[in-house]
């Protein structure tokens, strides 16, 4: 059974960094794309980062670009979101999930086949 947790989400003040982390069980996570997205209050849920696998190279959306990092440790079945200059928008959800799609559609929430519960980000400005 595939499971994914994500942990490390809290309040923090705007430019402050935070980082997220996604344990992976159930899966041998070297042979998956590792996503993560995000929902913000009363939005659907978007793509954030990706780490194409089996960890060579990265995806971002531009909202997130040169503040935000992915990485992973595969030999740790781990997954994080180094998160620098938050701003309030960046106020959401964040979950971490797991797809073997092409690279085509690395960002398409509905290639995604399994979820974590999310961890609660609070951006206070």
């Known amino acids: 059974q595939v499971q994914l947790s994500e942990s490390g989400g809290t309040l923090v003040q705007a430019g402050d960094s935070l980082r997220l982390s996604c344990a992976v069980s159930g899966l041998r996570m070297i042979n998956y794309h590792m996503a993560w997205f995000r929902q913000p209050p009363g939005k659907e849920r978007e793509f954030v980062a990706a780490?194409?696998?089996?960890?060579?190279?990265?995806y971002y959306t531009e909202a997130v670009k040169g503040r935000f990092t992915i990485s992973r440790d595969n030999s740790k079945s781990m997954v994080y979101l180094q998160m620098n200059g938050l701003k309030p928008e960046d106020r959401a959800t964040y979950y971490c999930?797991?797809?073997?799609?092409?690279?085509?559609?690395?960002?398409?929430?509905?290639?995604?086949?399994?979820w974590g519960q999310g961890t609660q980000v609070t951006v206070s400005s």
């Open positions: 780490s194409v696998r089996p960890g060579s190279s990265t």
């Open positions: 999930a797991c797809s073997t799609a092409a690279l085509s559609d690395i960002r398409q929430l509905d290639k995604y086949r399994a």
